[in-house]
């Protein structure tokens, strides 16, 4: 099944509800991450593009986990048009099972969730609210609340097989209009009070629709998008590095010429870098330039 995301509304609430187990997959691969920080980093990447879901075209999210557990960072870009990228500043930290489940609390600790919205406006958006659990889902409902009085429901799962494979991962996000009927909302929330957890329902085969369907369960439901594609992708490339090194001035480059190569992993993908005792010499030369 590819990674999808569907869009439904019933009166006075919508709703989003992602698959995303390919994109969680390829995260976990390129970073390497042992299988509490994939979970975490997962999490994080599916509820970005949940929140990315409501932007117009262009415009996109950072969500940024800043607790003070052993994990450091969790960091997820995302953007409208489905992509995704995201980071774990400690891809490899093991901690004992919490309740048979991976304790991403304890991993992520006690901090602060920042959300930054790049919008059409010039300036973009920043809002920060305390971490109340660091397992994610409550971090993001919360902040949504608190921060963009916006009453929510998140729900987020990755579920990470013994030999730390993602084999399911996916999400929905549920808000209130102002205009919504206290029946609706009592309806909704006993729904989601009864739902199955997140993972076992993607781990069942159910696609997005099917879990929405559950989330409205006695409403009148109204279908907005279907199976938009959602992927992990990184706009880096060779140019923007070399923008970076040539960033970084004459001195370093002369450096780095020294040692007589240099490589750069780009954080968001992992991607690797090279240059060459030559390729050096010529970016020294555009630093000239640009002086
Ligand atoms: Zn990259």
């Given amino acids: 099944m590819k990674d999808h995301l569907v869009r439904d509304t019933v009166p006075g609430m919508r709703?989003?509800?992602?698959?995303?187990?390919?994109?969680?997959?390829?995260?976990?691969?390129?970073?390497?991450?042992?299988?509490?920080?994939?979970?975490?980093?997962?999490?994080?990447?599916?509820?970005?593009?949940?929140?990315?879901?409501?932007?117009?075209?262009?415009?996109?999210?950072?969500?940024?986990?800043?607790?003070?557990?052993?994990?450091?960072?969790?960091?997820?870009?995302?953007?409208?048009?489905?992509?995704?990228?995201?980071?774990?500043?400690?891809?490899?930290?093991?901690?004992?099972?919490?309740?048979?489940?991976?304790?991403?609390?304890?991993?992520?600790?006690?901090?602060?969730?920042?959300?930054?919205?790049?919008?059409?406006?010039?300036?973009?958006?920043?809002?920060?609210?305390?971490?109340?659990?660091?397992?994610?889902?409550?971090?993001?409902?919360?902040?949504?609340?608190?921060?963009?009085?916006?009453?929510?429901?998140?729900?987020?799962?990755?579920?990470?097989?013994?030999?730390?494979?993602?084999?399911?991962?996916?999400?929905?996000l549920v808000q209130a209009f102002p205009d919504a009927d206290d029946a609706v909302l009592a309806k909704v929330e006993d729904n989601i009070r009864r739902l199955a957890p997140v993972t076992a329902m993607v781990e069942q085969g159910l696609e997005a629709q099917d879990i929405l369907a559950e989330v409205f369960a006695g409403l009148p439901l109204t279908l907005h998008e279907d199976r938009s594609e959602l992927s992990f992708c990184c706009p880096c490339n060779q140019e923007r590095i070399e923008n970076v090194l040539i960033g970084l001035g004459e001195d370093e480059l002369t450096n780095m010429i020294e040692e007589g190569r240099a490589e750069v992993r780009c954080h968001f993908c992992g991607e690797y870098y090279r240059f060459d005792k030559q390729h050096l010499s010529a970016l020294r030369t555009r630093v000239a330039k640009v002086k």
Wanted: hydrophobic fraction near 40%.
């Fill in 15 to 172: 709703g989003f509800d992602e698959i995303t187990p390919n994109l969680v997959e390829e995260a976990r691969r390129r970073h390497d991450c042992f299988p509490i920080p994939a979970a975490a980093l997962g999490r994080t990447m599916t509820g970005a593009l949940l929140l990315a879901a409501n932007l117009k075209t262009d415009e996109s999210i950072t969500i940024r986990i800043c607790g003070n557990g052993p994990i450091g960072q969790v960091i997820a870009d995302a953007r409208a048009g489905g992509s995704v990228r995201g980071y774990v500043s400690n891809p490899h930290v093991d901690l004992p099972l919490k309740g048979g489940k991976l304790d991403v609390g304890e991993a992520v600790g006690g901090g602060h969730i920042h959300i930054t919205r790049f919008t059409g406006l010039k300036q973009p958006f920043t809002g920060t609210t305390e971490l109340v659990s660091g397992e994610i889902a409550e971090d993001i409902t919360n902040y949504l609340l608190a921060s963009e009085q916006t009453p929510s429901s998140v729900g987020l799962g990755v579920l990470v097989s013994p030999d730390n494979q993602v084999i399911a991962a996916g999400g929905f």
